[in-house]
């Protein structure tokens, strides 16, 4: 199974900002699509953006374009999200993993059901 460690979770006031970065464990996520997805209680896990393994295919679900930015760093072997102008319905589980892809477009699809430990993202003044 592809297993990635996210990091960077926090307490944060509302406007405030955050990095998360998703570490691949073991393996190089160099070949993968790689997607941001996030779970707040009680709600579904929700695809919040992916990056295509070359970095070319970008997308964001409507609920933070503008305010995220997805980026990678193949030679780290590291996905990263840039949040800002964090408000209280982002707060959330948030999770990365390898993401389906088509003719070279991410998809915000996880490739399996395996889940990390997500790292805790919480907006509150």
């Known amino acids: 199974q592809l297993q990635f460690v996210e990091s960077g979770g926090g307490l944060v006031q509302p406007g405030g900002s955050l990095r998360l970065s998703c570490v691949a464990s073991?393996?190089?996520?160099?070949?993968?699509?790689i997607g941001w997805f996030r779970q707040a209680p009680g709600k579904d896990r929700e695809g919040v953006s992916c990056i295509s393994s070359s970095g070319s295919s970008i997308k964001y679900a409507a609920s933070v374009k503008g305010r995220f930015t997805i980026s990678r760093d193949n030679a780290k072997n590291t996905v990263y999200l840039q949040m800002n102008s964090l408000n209280s319905e982002d707060t959330a589980a948030y999770y990365c993993a390898a993401v389906m892809t088509v003719e070279g477009m991410c998809l915000m699809a996880p490739r399996s059901d395996y889940w990390g430990q997500g790292t805790q993202v919480t907006v509150s003044s």
């Open positions: 073991g393996f190089s996520l160099a070949p993968y699509g």
